[in-house]
């Protein structure tokens, strides 16, 4: 009812930044951690983390707002989303296969770059159009880099944190990838929202 003013809200926000904190420090000290703290002192599963993060940010929303733009900007009608969508779908299957190809032979860091600068370019692409730009110099490309940043950061990440803990442990490291991507996804939800919200009432949220 008052946005972020609304009591219920802050109190569930901050109860849920103080249980993240009560669980990290409850998973140093126990004996056996969900999440054993040790994992975040390798440099690169932190690293190789927080770049997947980023993009889990903004990709899967990105979608969602696109989907948003074709329906109430251009007017198309839910099938016609779908056939503009549609390259993003065929895209990531031919993303993967290429992937699954060429990881052990590519280095990994050199496909983070590549995945990390197609993201780049697809909220770019995404972020700059107008509301007249054409479907083909704007859309259309987007879709198509957003797919090569997703797969190529998800399936080197993947790789990576299966590989950085002890093979009795490597289900922590799946439960870690997992937790990160779906928690990134709903915080960049409530990002995009909120200003969305903001540009609608023509001021900050209240």
Not at 50 to 58: D, Q, R, S, Y
Not at 82 to 101: S, W, Y
Request: with cysteine; charged share 10%.
């Amino acid at each position: 009812p008052c946005g972020w003013k609304t009591p219920y809200v802050l109190v569930l926000l901050i109860l849920g930044a103080l249980f993240i904190v009560a669980f990290v420090f409850w998973e140093r000290w126990y004996e056996y951690p969900l999440v054993p703290m040790f994992i975040w002192r390798d440099r690169d599963f932190s690293l190789v983390i927080t770049i997947l993060l980023l993009g889990f940010l903004a990709f899967p929303i990105m979608t969602f707002w696109i989907s948003l733009f074709l329906q109430e900007i251009r007017h198309y009608s839910a099938l016609m989303v779908a056939v503009h969508l549609l390259p993003m779908a065929i895209g990531g299957i031919l993303v993967n296969i290429v992937a699954g190809l060429i990881m052990h032979r590519v280095s990994n860091t050199l496909l983070m770059t590549v995945g990390a600068t197609a993201y780049t370019g697809a909220f770019l692409l995404m972020g700059l159009q107008h509301s007249s730009s054409s479907y083909w110099a704007f859309i259309f490309p987007g879709l198509l880099l957003a797919v090569v940043g997703a797969d190529f950061e998800f399936c080197v990440a993947n790789m990576y944190v299966m590989s950085a803990l002890p093979s009795d442990q490597q289900s922590i490291a799946g439960g870690i990838l997992q937790t990160v991507t779906k928690l990134c996804v709903t915080i960049g939800m409530g990002i995009s929202t909120a200003i969305f919200d903001a540009v609608q009432s023509g001021g900050p949220t209240s």
